[in-house]
């Protein structure tokens, strides 16, 4: 075989094998396209999505974070190496309380610098496994990172406790936490039932009326319109620099949800109208939770919210 027939063969054998190559990194591509029904629920829906998602089910206390959803959804009191501590594993019923905890970084030393978001440097709330006992703090913390919730009174059950935040040093700087243990209060439980998905809600004579159909696990615009007497509210003042602050909760394992605003602030003047983003991760129902502020006054306003 002359030199130019050894060099079209191996012109070939070099193509087929490049063909080959090509044709293995498509199949590999079309087989690790992303499934966003893995995700972890935010159903507030009659049955849990925890059920059918292996991650959400597996979600507790002491595992590693799972961080599905803008900054995780506080399933985990874990996530990136940074752990939530807390020794309050329950709390008298009936009762104010002080919750005390503390976030550990990667180092293992008490976090003590917090990036400030909407606001405030921590951001805690307190929810009920039925989603009822709503409460949103901002704790203080002391020199050494021990933070301390002011709890009002609780009842009979299961809670659990998020702490939203920032560090502002370290490996996660910048990076937006959600992370949550659950406390138990001692006391004879009665579950309330989740109220039915509405689009609309009352709260201290307000009228709170929620627009759009969020899809699971997509981005989608959410409109908040306020209304008083049958007329629209113009004198909505700030509140965490915006017109209103909404979380959701999913029902079933309580994951946590942020939904953030879009609306501009102009003095006191909000409203009626206040947009959000939605992203909410799965189906179901979830239970909304709306504060604003008029005349120095901060109302919370809750409905159910159905995600398809």
Known sequence: MNFSSRFTLRRRALAAAGTAATLALTLAACGSSGDSSSMPGMDHGGTSSAASSPRA??????????????????????????????????????????????????????????????TKRMHFYAIRSDLTGFQHLHPTMAADGTWSAGLASLTPGSWRMFASFTPDSGAGKGKDFVLGRTVTVPGGATRTPLPAAAGSTQVDGYTVTVKGEPMAGMAHPLTVSVAKDGKPVTDLQPYLDTYAHLTAFHEGDTAFAHLHPTTKVNGDHGGPDLSFHAELPTAGNWRLFLQFRTGGTLHTAALTLRVG
């Open 57 to 118: 089910t597996a979600s507790t206390d002491d595992m590693p974070g799972m961080d599905h959803a803008a900054g995780g959804n506080g399933l985990s009191g874990n996530q990136d190496g940074y752990r939530l501590t807390s020794s309050d594993r329950s709390l008298a019923a009936g009762k104010q309380a002080a919750y005390r905890f503390a976030v550990a970084g990667p180092d293992g030393k008490p976090v003590t610098r917090f990036a400030v978001d909407q």
